[in-house]
């Protein structure tokens, strides 16, 4: 049983944004996430897309010309078109690996961690489908924007799973779903400046006496859309994690997702944030 509560109660989680990816081993495959469990991840988080068949694949969708050489979506191929493909690696070559199902990362997943299903509101019923039929509803975190359309969703298809919402800059639903009929466990609070509320130690109280979570996105998608006000990762490769993931575990966040694993278990480790 995963009790995402239970595990932050001693600790700062370490979330491996689409698994630990180098070299060859592209990311959003089930080598990604192995490296990263290596690495001492508690979550893996992963994205899905799916076929014109129906078939759910592990895969970021939209980003078939980067990670595919394909101008070709994936929800518009069948799944011999999908199965065809080899991914690409970090140096642009082609690599002998095809998109992972999402089934096959379920089952290799299994037991093992928290898994962050991405891009869930895209494709809930077959998503929530998929993680029943593997018996992984404990295992499985979800989240959406912070929409009416999304709490109904959730209530009524997956009130049992482990659900956070995404809040850009302001949170306007955590004390509303907290008194609704689901799982409700926190928010993902994107912030562009240290002046929003996310970037202060009372909004963490605040959910902490209510019994909710808080997750920090120190990852980097483009310099130019901020998420933690420029505490990111890119902090630690110049010698200033304390202003990165330290700043972040400071203010009081329970979760931080990152692109570098490894050293964020090691540095929250020496400073007290992991046990």
């Known amino acids: 049983m995963f009790d995402l509560r239970e595990m932050c109660k001693d600790k700062v989680l370490v979330a491996a ?16 996430f192995n490296a990263a469990l290596k690495a001492g991840a508690d979550i893996v988080e992963l994205d899905v897309s799916r076929s014109l068949s129906g078939t759910l694949y592990v895969f970021h969708p939209g980003t078939e010309p980067h990670y595919l050489h394909s101008e070709k979506l994936i ?20 690599t002998q690996y095809p998109v992972p199902l999402f089934d096959d990362a379920l089952e290799e997943l299994k037991g093992r961690c928290m898994i962050n299903v991405d891009k869930f509101f895209m494709y809930p019923e077959d998503i929530i489908r998929a993680i029943r039929r593997h018996g992984m509803a404990d295992q ?21 799973f482990a659900y956070m ?29 240290e002046q929003s509320e996310f970037a202060t130690p009372a909004y963490h109280e605040k959910m902490h006496r209510m019994g909710l979570l808080t997750w920090a996105n120190a990852i980097v998608f483009n310099y130019k859309t901020v998420h933690s006000a420029g505490h990111t990762d890119d902090l630690y490769t110049m010698d200033r994690a304390d202003d ?28 007290g944030w992991r046990g």
């Open 17 to 32: 944004h689409r698994g630990t990816w180098m070299g060859n081993i592209p990311c959003n495959t089930i080598m990604a």
């Open 140 to 160: 499985v975190l979800v989240k959406s924007n912070q929409e009416e359309r999304f709490f109904d969703m959730v209530e009524q298809l997956a009130p049992d």
């Open 75 to 94: 929800a518009d191929m069948n799944d011999e078109e999908v199965q065809a493909l080899r991914l690409v690696n970090t140096d642009d070559a082609v």
């Open 165 to 193: 919402t995404f809040a850009r800059d302001e949170d306007h639903a955590s004390e509303r779903l907290v008194k609704r009929k689901m799982n409700y466990l926190g928010a993902e609070a994107l912030f562009r400046t």
């Open 244 to 271: 990165g993931w330290g700043y972040l575990a400071r203010l009081g966040y329970n979760m931080i997702q990152t692109d570098w694993v490894a050293p964020c278990v090691a540095y929250l480790k020496e400073n």
